[in-house]
């Protein structure tokens, strides 16, 4: 069955620095998503992307954070200057419909 | 925006028992409403979901209903087993995909 991937699994990164998330979304499904999830809490959305573009995202979402689709499989999350509340698991995820299929998540810690 | 409540936090029982979690959303014009299974660490995985054109599905021993007068959604599992034990989550998403989920109920399987 193909899966969402998303590397690194474990980031550590000093605060104020730039981190980049990576995921390889399911080769066919069209929409992608980041959420977050911090630790014992809910997960929390951040943002869609479809046809290249935005299409919605959460008050959480702000100028700090930006994505991409560089090529036709990557997906990227940045987060240009790091704070201490952005510790948290981040998940990527695809889908063709509805139905959200999620990745392993990687695990963001800000020292 | 949408808002999803979930009940209760944490749930215990006993092996063979049913488990009931229940959600309320806020949103009316929300017709989507999966159910995430998340495993201590893991990712959250997709166990049941429901349109809202249906008001109730099944798969095997798990259940979901809908009723989209009141707003409000339950997972209902029947025969637990210790391997149910998990955190669920319910979400509710509306024509732009991005899924708000509730706070998240700890199972609790007791062989």
């Known amino acids: 069955e193909p899966e969402v991937t998303q590397t690194p699994s474990h980031q550590v990164t000093q605060m104020g620095q730039e981190v980049i998330l990576r995921c390889v979304p399911i080769?066919?499904?069209?929409?992608f998503y980041w959420y977050r999830q911090i630790l014992g809490q809910k997960v929390e959305f951040l943002v869609s992307f479809y046809n290249n573009e935005i299409s919605e995202k959460s008050e959480i979402f702000d100028d700090q954070f930006s994505v991409e689709r560089p090529d036709g499989s990557n997906f990227t999350l940045k987060i240009r200057s790091t704070k201490l509340e952005d510790s948290a698991m981040y998940f990527c995820?695809?889908?063709?419909?509805?139905?959200?299929?999620f990745g392993d998540g990687t695990r963001l810690s800000i020292l | 925006g949408e808002n999803v409540e979930q009940h209760p936090s944490t749930l215990s029982v006993q092996e063979g028992d049913s488990a009931v979690i229940k959600c309320t959303y806020s949103?009316?014009?929300?017709?989507?409403f999966p159910w995430y299974k998340q495993e201590l660490g893991k990712r959250p995985q997709l166990i049941i979901d429901i349109r809202s054109n249906v008001g109730e599905k099944k798969d095997q021993r798990i259940a979901v209903t809908l009723n989209k007068t009141a707003k409000h959604f339950s997972l209902h599992i029947t025969e637990t087993q210790p391997e149910d034990s998990a955190v669920y989550f319910c979400?509710?998403?509306?024509?732009?995909?991005?899924?708000?989920f509730g706070k998240g109920t700890k199972l609790s399987v007791k062989p």
């Open positions: 080769s066919n499904h069209l929409y």
């Open positions: 979400a509710a998403s509306g024509s732009q995909g991005n899924l708000i």
């Open positions: 949103d009316s014009a929300s017709n989507y």
């Open positions: 995820a695809s889908s063709e419909d509805r139905t959200q299929h």
